[in-house]
């Protein structure tokens, strides 16, 4: 069994590559500058560590088209401290219900299976985007949806703890950016794929614009066979508006809208009914959309995967969900939101306390009177009894239950009783 592993919030957010001691950040936003490091590292220990833990855990250092990153050593990502960049939860999720191939996870980086094409002939008309579900029924490729879990999972943006403070969409950049920069999708790197839209400041219009017009290039049909490229947009949507042909969709941060046919937004309404209607005061909707350049320029959505959630951008699937995040973050209890991807799991937690051992599950009735809804609550209630799992629930016709704070030191003892700490 390893050694005991603690949290280091004086080290939080640093590594270390060859017996030195840097913060995470800079190796991420100028890698170019450790590259010698880098080496070094690899040759002589064969990884890097990360030091939200004492001691430190192993990280992959990979190399792409000479470009050095930082990965989790897989299978260790559950011992990072919550908030660290390199935490997975180690909890269920929908990603268990993909065939083998859909996500496959090397030391060289990821690949993805995508079910929307990044490529197609410019006389293929386009299908206006597959039906969210249909990935999730044959599971050998992820939708945009499970998609969109994926980089939220990878970005540690699932996850929230006391440490977080104050999650700005400036925080989420960094994050989606630096899980897409070690993925390839349907044989493409995804950082060259992906515009995750980057938060706005005056200082950096210029620079933002630049990497807008560079996103848009290569959407652009090229080549003899003239083909078209999809792209993928992530970004908060502010506004939706219907046009002549339509619908417009406004991203904050980003002066240019997207447009959508209005069969694309109905649907969009039909299968996320929370993410539209209960955005604004009461949460945030977030977005991942497949986009192709028309030929006066404008950037079109032929698909798109909406989520509702929090302030702090923690994916939820209601308004009573919502209401419960916020009631965790409220407590300062660190938790991850299990997500579901394309599929949905047989028992899946709403939410998953893991300041607790064992971990305390948490969930949420929001229906009352439904017959097959109710045989379900019942399964999931005998789930977690024969396992003895925690449980907290929440009849949300009820006040919200009690959720005591806990202590630095409880939690670090919760944590030191998991297995193989």
Known sequence: ????TTASPTVSGQVELAGRTVPLRSVRSSPERYSALFRQARAEEGHALCLCRSPGLRLVVRVRSGRYHLAVWPGEG??????????????????????????????????IRLSTPLE??????AAGGAHPGAAGRSRSRLGLLGMAHYLWEAG??????????????????????????????????????????????????????????????????SGKGRRRATGLVVGEVKTTWPTAHGHGVRLAHLRQPLYARSALM??????????????????????????????????????????????GYIPVDSAYELRMADHLVRAGR?????????GQ???????????????????????????????????????????QVPLIEWEVSEPLPRVEPLGPSAARRARAAEPGR
């Open 266 to 311: 109905e649907r969009a309404r039909r299968s996320y009914p929370s993410a539209l209607s209960q955005a604004g005061s009461a949460g945030r909707t977030v977005g991942l959309f497949a986009v192709q350049v028309s030929a006066k320029g404008y950037l079109v959505a032929v698909d798109m995967a909406l989520m509702l959630a929090t302030a």
């Open 156 to 221: 540690g943006l699932a996850a929230w703890g006391p440490e977080v403070g104050r999650r700005t969409w400036t925080r989420c950049h960094e994050q989606l950016q630096q899980a897409a920069d070690q993925v390839r999708v349907n044989g493409k790197d995804l950082g060259a794929t992906l515009y995750v839209v980057p938060p706005f400041t005056p200082q950096r219009a210029e620079h933002n614009a630049e990497g807008l017009q560079a996103f848009l290039r290569r959407l652009r049909p």
């Open 345 to 387: 799991a047989a028992v899946l937690p709403d939410f998953t306390l893991v300041d607790t051992w064992p971990h305390t599950c948490v969930e949420v009735y929001g229906i009352q009177g439904n017959q097959a809804y109710d045989k379900r609550k019942q399964d999931k209630r005998d789930y977690y009894r024969r396992r």
């Open 120 to 125: 197609e002939h410019t006389s293929t008309k």
């Open 334 to 342: 660190s938790f991850v939101k299990p997500l579901r991807y394309d």
């Open 78 to 111: 559950h011992r990072h401290f919550v908030t660290c960049p390199f935490f997975r939860s180690g909890t269920a999720s929908g990603r268990s219900e993909y065939a083998s191939g859909a996500i496959t996870e090397r030391p060289e980086g990821v690949s």
């Open 1 to 4: 069994m390893p050694p005991e």
